[in-house]
């Protein structure tokens, strides 16, 4: 790792306009060139800018701590259902609270604001979201280990470059690094897309993010300017075949603020599963997230199926959903959307391991939203 100038932002405005490249950007940019020099990036946790720098893949002439910035470590629950389209400006409705433990048993008419600074930890232990969202406490709960958890931010999650080996070799020039081919498709492959892989077969790192793209979650992007936007989380994760360069439509000048959850239906309930080798930390194989929204006679009126590291990003499971939609959740309809949802896949030579995996995930997932018992777990 190389030496680096440390500065401590005091606001968001400031922090925005020093982020004058994104980190996709500084890793594309030639260190030869005068602008290197001054090249600045923001750090929320650090721990992939950290990862990033020793393996000198990205050399930051400053980096520019967020951590000290007041506002954007709160979960805000009852934030109302007002307008949160584009050119908003400030922090979230002026009626907002903070939430507390108490929170957990307040209705279900409003929605959640979470800010980019909250740690996984935090995320998985907060009573409110367990009990209203407890896909993404679960998923919170499951990603890396209790020590990275206490210090991972939410915001630096979403965020994170992807993990593949090649991606992360100074000696391979990928695609994505830009370079003019992606290693993975001939080498190996074991823990690569199996869905969408337009030039590139990596996936999607964030657990988290699987469980906020089935919650339909926005994320809340700031400019020195005082204005903002927000964008839906599965619109502003971009794949392959858009940018094969970057992960999301962050740009320069931006910072991620916060995260809103819509409001909680008092019907939908929502469950995440993963697999991976070492279930105590390791990465997921393959994991899943459903939101599920039956009516009175037990059919299914709304519902979200969602595949992580199945894909460059958190993958739709529409076939799945279609199956299941207007139909009785029971063991036979769940097992239906298991391989409806692996429908159309594209493995490659060493992962369609996965493909059975994500069926029994997207299987078990359903029944556990619906609080359905699985016949199987007898066997």
Same mark, same amino acid.
């Given at each position: 790792?190389?030496?680096?100038?440390?500065? +401590?932002?005091?606001?968001?405005?400031?922090?925005?306009?020093?982020?004058?490249?994104?980190?996709?950007?500084?890793?594309?940019?030639?260190?030869?060139?005068?602008?290197?020099?001054?090249?600045?990036?923001?750090?929320?946790?650090?721990?992939?800018? *950290?990862?990033?720098?020793?393996?000198?893949? $990205?050399?930051?002439?400053?980096?520019?701590?967020?951590?000290?910035?007041?506002?954007?470590?709160?979960?805000?629950?009852?934030?109302?259902?007002?307008?949160?389209?584009?050119?908003?400006?400030?922090?979230?409705?002026?009626?907002? @609270?903070?939430?507390?433990?108490?929170?957990?048993?307040?209705?279900?008419?409003?929605?959640?604001? %979470?800010?980019?600074?909250?740690?996984?930890?935090?995320?998985?232990?907060?009573?409110?979201?367990?009990? /209203?969202?407890?896909? *993404?406490?679960?998923?919170?709960?499951?990603?890396?280990?209790? +020590?990275? @958890?206490?210090?991972?931010?939410?915001?630096?999650? $979403?965020?994170?470059?992807?993990?593949?080996?090649?991606?992360?070799?100074?000696?391979?020039?990928?695609?994505?690094?830009?370079?003019?081919?992606?290693?993975? #498709?001939?080498?190996?492959?074991?823990?690569?897309?199996?869905?969408?892989?337009?030039?590139?077969? %990596?996936?999607?790192?964030?657990?988290?993010?699987?469980?906020?793209?089935? *919650?339909?979650? =926005?994320?809340?992007?700031?400019?020195? +300017?005082?204005?903002?936007?927000?964008?839906?989380?599965?619109? #502003?994760?971009?794949?392959?075949?858009?940018?094969?360069?970057?992960?999301?439509?962050?740009?320069?000048?931006?910072?991620?603020?916060?995260?809103?959850?819509?409001?909680?239906?008092?019907?939908? @309930?929502?469950?995440?599963?993963?697999?991976?080798?070492?279930?105590?930390?390791?990465?997921?194989?393959?994991?899943?997230?459903?939101?599920?929204?039956?009516?009175?006679?037990? =059919?299914? @009126? /709304?519902?979200?199926?969602?595949?992580?590291?199945?894909?460059?990003?958190?993958?739709?499971? /529409? +076939?799945?959903?279609?199956? $299941?939609?207007?139909?009785?959740?029971?063991?036979?309809?769940?097992?239906?959307?298991?391989?409806?949802? %692996?429908?159309?896949?594209?493995?490659?030579?060493?992962?369609?391991?996965?493909?059975?995996?994500?069926?029994? *995930?997207?299987?078990?997932?359903?029944?556990?939203?619906?609080?359905?018992?699985?016949?199987?777990?007898? /066997?």
């Amino acid at each position: 790792m190389e030496r680096f100038a440390w500065q +401590q932002a005091r606001s968001v405005a400031e922090a925005a306009t020093l982020a004058k490249r994104t980190v996709a950007e500084a890793m594309l940019a030639d260190p030869a060139q005068p602008a290197a020099a001054d090249c600045v990036v923001l750090k929320a946790g650090g721990i992939d800018l *950290l990862d990033l720098m020793k393996e000198r893949l $990205l050399r930051p002439a400053r980096v520019v701590n967020l951590r000290e910035i007041p506002g954007l470590d709160g979960i805000t629950m009852n934030i109302g259902t007002g307008d949160t389209s584009a050119g908003n400006t400030g922090s979230g409705n002026a009626n907002a @609270r903070s939430t507390s433990a108490t929170d957990a048993s307040a209705g279900d008419a409003s929605g959640v604001r %979470i800010g980019a600074l909250v740690t996984l930890a935090q995320l998985a232990a907060h009573p409110a979201l367990r009990q /209203r969202y407890t896909a *993404l406490a679960d998923a919170a709960a499951s990603s890396a280990s209790p +020590q990275i @958890r206490q210090v991972a931010t939410l915001g630096g999650n $979403l965020l994170q470059r992807p993990r593949c080996w090649y991606f992360r070799s100074a000696a391979h020039h990928c695609a994505r690094k830009g370079g003019d081919h992606c290693f993975a #498709f001939a080498g190996e492959n074991h823990y690569h897309a199996v869905f969408g892989q337009a030039g590139c077969a %990596i996936v999607h790192p964030s657990t988290v993010a699987t469980a906020l793209v089935a *919650l339909d979650a =926005r994320v809340e992007l700031a400019t020195a +300017q005082g204005t903002s936007r927000t964008v839906k989380l599965g619109d #502003f994760l971009v794949g392959p075949e858009i940018d094969i360069r970057r992960e999301t439509d962050l740009r320069a000048g931006e910072v991620l603020t916060a995260v809103l959850l819509p409001p909680a239906s008092p019907g939908a @309930r929502s469950a995440f599963l993963k697999q991976a080798e070492k279930p105590s930390f390791d990465w997921s194989i393959a994991d899943v997230a459903v939101v599920l929204e039956c009516a009175s006679d037990g =059919r299914c @009126r /709304r519902v979200a199926v969602v595949l992580g590291a199945a894909a460059p990003v958190p993958w739709r499971a /529409r +076939q799945a959903e279609a199956v $299941l939609a207007g139909q009785m959740i029971d063991p036979v309809a769940a097992r239906a959307a298991g391989q409806a949802a %692996i429908v159309g896949a594209a493995p490659l030579p060493h992962n369609a391991y996965k493909l059975p995996i994500l069926a029994a *995930l997207v299987r078990r997932a359903v029944l556990q939203a619906a609080g359905t018992a699985d016949p199987e777990d007898a /066997r």
